[in-house]
C-alpha cells in the first residue's frame, strides 16, 4: 500500500517536498494550498547558496531557460560612504553543478509547479481539524471534504495558522524590528554597484542589497531598515531620510514601484504533538533574512524529511526535529550577528568591522567555519 502525504502550503518547501516525494513509488503526495492561484506575480528576487541549489538540481533545476536567472561569483561589501572594502568570493563554495544562484521567487515557483501533475495539487484548500485515528491523521478541511493520510507535512509560512489549529494553541511570530523593502531595476542609466554580482551597502541602522535576478538586466532591490511597526509608512519619505540621507548613490534604485514586508521571526523550531507530522521551512522556523537562507533551508528540510520517510526509520520524528535543530541554531546564530554587524553606526566600531572584514574575507579556516558550514 502507498503511503499518503498531506503537504499543507504550496511555496518553496512544499512544492519542493512534493518533487521530491513524487519521484519515489513508495509515496502518493497531495499538496493542500489555501489560495485559489498560485501567486506568481511577485516579482522579487531569491538567493540560493549551494546547499539547496544541489538538492533542487535533482530535480532539474538545470532545465530552467538560461536567461532567468544568474549566477553570481561575488559579494562585494560597501561602506556607508560607498567605498568598496571588500569582497566575498561566492564561488569558492560552487561544484561544477551546484553554483550559487539568483532568480524571480515567482520562476522557482512556477519551475517547481510545472515538475507537479494537475492531482498532486489542490487549491483554495484549508484546514479546519486534524485527528489520529490508529496511526493515520485525519484531516477536515473547511470546505467539509476530507482525507486520511499517513503523513502530513507543514509548509504554510511564517503565520503557520495550520500549526495553531493542531497544536491547539495560538503560536504567532514575533516582529523582529525591521522592515524590508524591496524593488526591481532595470535599464538605470547611473549605475554605481557591480551588475554582475552581489552588493550590500552597509548603513547605520540599515543595510542595502543589491543583486542581478536573470540575464535580461534586471537587479532586485531590497533594503532592511530598523522600523518601529506602523500601519502607515511613507516609504519614499523613509527611503530619503534613513537611506539616501547617509548614501546619495543609493537615491535612484528607490525611483520605482516600491513594496515592504515587516519581518518577523520564529520564536522556536516546531515540533508537533503527532509523530506522523513535521514542519518544515518557514512553518518550522522563520530565520532574519541576513543570511539569505530561508528558501535554501525549506528546501534542505524538504529533502532531510524525504530521505528519512524513505528510509522508513521509526525514530523519523526524533532524527527530524533533532537535526533541524542543530542546523537552525548554526544558522540562526550567523544570521543574527550580520543583522548586528551590518548596521552598526558607532565610527570605532565600523572602522573595526571593515578592517576585520578585509581580513577575515581572505582567511580560509573563517570561510570554512562560517560560510562553508552553511553553503555546503
Ligand atoms: C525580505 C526577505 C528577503 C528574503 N530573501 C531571501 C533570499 O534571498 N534567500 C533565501 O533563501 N530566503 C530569503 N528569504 C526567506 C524566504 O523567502 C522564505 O524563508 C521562504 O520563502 C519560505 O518558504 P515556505 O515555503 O516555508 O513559505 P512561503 O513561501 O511563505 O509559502 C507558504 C505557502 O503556504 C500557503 N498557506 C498559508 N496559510 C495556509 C493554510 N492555512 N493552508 C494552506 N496553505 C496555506 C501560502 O499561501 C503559501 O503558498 C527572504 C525573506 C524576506 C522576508
Known sequence: MKKKIAIIGSGIAGLTAANLFKENSIFEVKVYEKEKTLSLEEGYGIQLAPNSTSILNKIGLSNIDNKD??????????SSDNQKICDLDLSRFNSEKFKYTTLKRSVLIEFLKNKLFSNNLKLGKEIKKVSKIRDKLLINFKDNTNDLVDFIVVSDGVFSNTKSVIENKNIQPIYNGSIAIRTILKNLS?????????????????????????????????????????????????IKKEISSQNKNLENLFENKLEYWPIYTSKKPSKSIYENLFYIGDAFYTFPPTMAQGASQSIEAANELFNLLSSDNKRNPDLFFKKRLERTKVINRRSKLNHHIFHFSNPILKTVRNKSLKIMLKNKIFLNNYIGKVYN
Open 69 to 78: 536567472f544568474f549566477n553570481p561569483s561575488k559579494l562585494n561589501f560597501y
Open 190 to 238: 547611473e549605475f554605481n554597484y557591480d551588475k554582475n554580482n552581489i552588493s550590500l551597502v552597509m548603513l547605520k541602522n540599515a543595510h542595502v542589497v543589491i543583486y542581478p535576478i536573470n540575464k535580461t538586466g534586471e537587479l532586485n532591490v531590497v533594503c532592511i531598515i530598523r522600523q518601529k511597526l506602523s500601519n502607515n509608512i511613507d516609504l519614499k519619505t523613509l
